[in-house]
């Protein structure tokens, strides 16, 4: 099952990312993902 994360800019607009099952199939206690975006100003991050 992928890592699903919803990401809200300050314009309310909303991006959803899909993060594959096997960067976690390793370590379930600890996932680390580093993301670069071209649009600036997001409000939150959140897993869905």
């Known amino acids: 099952m992928p890592i699903i994360i919803e990401w809200t ?3 309310g ?3 959803i990312d899909r993060i594959p099952a096997q960067i976690w199939r390793y370590n ?3 996932v680390k993902k580093f993301f670069v975006k ?3 100003g ?3 991050a ?3």
Do not use: A, I, L, V
Request: aromatic residues 12%; without cysteine.
């Open 9 to 11: 800019y300050k314009d």
């Open 13 to 15: 607009s909303k991006e």
């Open 28 to 30: 379930e206690q600890n």
């Open 38 to 40: 071209k649009r600036s």
């Open 42 to 44: 997001f409000d939150t």
């Open 46 to 48: 959140r897993p869905t």
